[in-house]
């Protein structure tokens, strides 16, 4: 019986574009993650990692921006469950999810979902 082992820190989708830092405030029409599925990685102008702090309403291209909320993990933890708040109707945690975080030594993974509601967008900072 053979087993593969498949390295997730190699395995992923990137996110690059500018719209995401959180940052860029929403044009229209407001931008959605709704084909989200897997691991992902923030890279060049969408910034190197998720951001921990609520970004205001209307922000990365989004209705409703969704952040970290809390720390992102060390090499040491390996693979972590994390919350991601959706900032809506001024809360900035209204609603939550849960993601999986993986530090890869020089950057992190994340493997994220569509969101429950549309015009949410994962947001990125350096």
Not at 31 to 43: A, E, H, I, S, V
Not at 94 to 120: A, G, M, W
Request: charged share 25%.
């Amino acid at each position: 019986m053979l087993i593969f082992l498949v390295d997730i820190s190699k395995n992923y989708q990137n996110l690059t574009d500018a719209e995401r830092k959180y940052d860029y405030v929403t044009g229209y029409p407001p931008k959605c993650d709704k084909t989200l599925n897997g691991w992902y990685r923030f890279q060049g102008a969408a910034g190197t990692k998720m951001v921990t702090k609520c970004p205001p309403w209307g922000r990365c291209d989004a209705t409703f921006p969704a952040w970290l909320s809390g720390d992102h993990p060390t090499l040491a933890e390996g693979t972590v469950k994390r919350k991601v708040c959706i900032h809506k109707f001024g809360d900035c945690c209204d609603e939550n999810v849960s993601i999986q975080v993986k530090n890869c030594s020089s950057y992190f993974i994340y493997k994220l979902r569509k969101p429950s509601v549309c015009n949410t967008r994962y947001c990125g900072t350096d």
